[in-house]
């Protein structure tokens, strides 16, 4: 399978690039690294990708497969705009996940308090 794309930072010292890896470098007058790595990660992306996979044992996707996705390249100013975009709906998304789990947690212990308290009899008094 195709796996997901991300962005490493520039002050990342060492590492090696594999034949499972595919290094990108956009022009960054031309392409948010942030948009790119988003497009990258769709479902329009990875299925133009899986189409590419070559590898008999070892099913692979490389640079020139890459090279060959058909993008929706904006002006860098929309490209920006969506990411804003995007990065709000994902702390919007964080913070529903912290609010949902804070509640399944509170349920969990009004659960237990309801069965200790079934259990020793103050329930039924």
């Known amino acids: 399978p195709i796996g997901k794309t991300c ?3 520039e002050t990342f010292e060492d590492g090696i690039i594999l034949a499972d890896i595919v290094r ?15 497009f990258l990660n769709t479902n329009l992306s990875v299925s ?8 008999a044992t070892r099913p692979r996707v490389n640079l020139s497969n890459v090279r060959n996705i058909v993008a929706p390249i904006l002006s860098l100013k929309v490209q920006n705009n969506i ?12 913070q529903l996940e912290q609010k949902y789990q804070q509640k399944l947690d509170n349920l969990e ?3 237990k308090s309801l ?6 009899g103050e329930l039924t008094k």
């Open 7 to 9: 962005i490493i930072p």
């Open 24 to 38: 990108i470098r956009p022009d960054k007058k031309i392409v948010n690294y942030k948009y790119l790595e988003y």
């Open 48 to 55: 133009q990708l899986t189409k590419e996979i070559s590898g």
């Open 83 to 94: 990411v804003e975009e995007i990065n709000i709906l994902e702390n919007k998304t964080k």
């Open 115 to 120: 069965l200790q308290k079934a259990f020793s």
């Open 109 to 111: 212990e009004l659960k």
